[in-house]
């Protein structure tokens, strides 16, 4: 198991564009998790899917969307690109238990380094 | 508002001395924390939960709520220890992750 993958590695984008990057869950993980961490900072969560469907959003503006797939996998997308949007964005997946509860650990992936000129 | 608040950015230990990297959270409930390491060139890691209570690699960490703080704690620190540690916590009823600005450990030989 390959845990979770991202790509791409990098991408540089000029203000006003869109991006798209994707990630695909660690295996048996049905949750997908996305976090920006900007330079010198902590990852900042922007948004959850399960079920296809966005679950939890932090404060993040409208620019910044999602979907989930049926095999768990994900995309975020962001509008309108700002110089303020470079950062490392991150993927996190989890699971959810027999019991009905979330597992407690997220599982990160590498990151995607996205750089707006 | 800032929950969760690492007040070293950076911190240098010798090998063999004890190492304790703070951390303080702002949340009136009941809140679950974390600790997560980030080792040179690898991708982040959870590296201990405070509901479990164990020792991870020698670190600690005791859930202090009058004093709202969680800190990592190890009695000798060891050169594989330098790494990025953020704490975080995660919200009753929620499952995203609130990050600290992390501390930089570096264990010097």
């Known amino acids: 198991d390959a845990g979770v993958t991202q790509s791409p590695t990098h991408l540089i984008k000029t203000r006003g564009q869109q991006v798209t990057l994707r990630c695909s869950p660690k295996s048996g993980h049905d949750t997908v998790s996305w976090y920006q961490q900007a330079l010198g900072q902590g990852p900042q969560f922007i948004f959850q899917y399960y079920e296809e469907e966005e679950r939890q959003r932090g404060n993040f503006p409208d620019r910044f969307s999602g979907h989930q797939f049926p095999n768990y996998s994900s995309e975020l997308n962001v509008n309108a690109l700002l110089l303020g949007d470079s950062a490392l964005y991150l993927c996190?997946?989890?699971?959810?238990?027999?019991?009905?509860?979330?597992?407690?650990?997220?599982?990160f992936g590498p990151g995607t380094r996205l750089t707006v000129t | 508002a800032q929950r969760v608040t690492q007040p070293e950015k950076l911190l240098s230990v010798f090998k063999g001395a004890p190492v304790e990297l703070k951390c303080n959270y702002s949340y009136s409930g009941s809140p679950e924390l974390f600790w997560y390491v980030q080792y040179s060139r690898q991708r982040l890691q959870l590296l201990l939960r405070h509901i479990s209570r164990e020792s991870i690699k020698g670190f600690t960490a005791d859930l202090n709520k009058g004093e709202t703080s969680f800190h990592l704690k190890k009695p000798f620190a060891q050169e594989e220890d330098s790494a990025m540690y953020y704490c975080a916590l995660i919200e009753a009823g929620a499952n995203n992750l609130f990050f600290g600005t992390g501390t930089r450990l570096t264990v010097i030989p």
């Open positions: 996190a997946s989890s699971f959810l238990t027999s019991g009905g509860a979330r597992s407690y650990e997220q599982y």
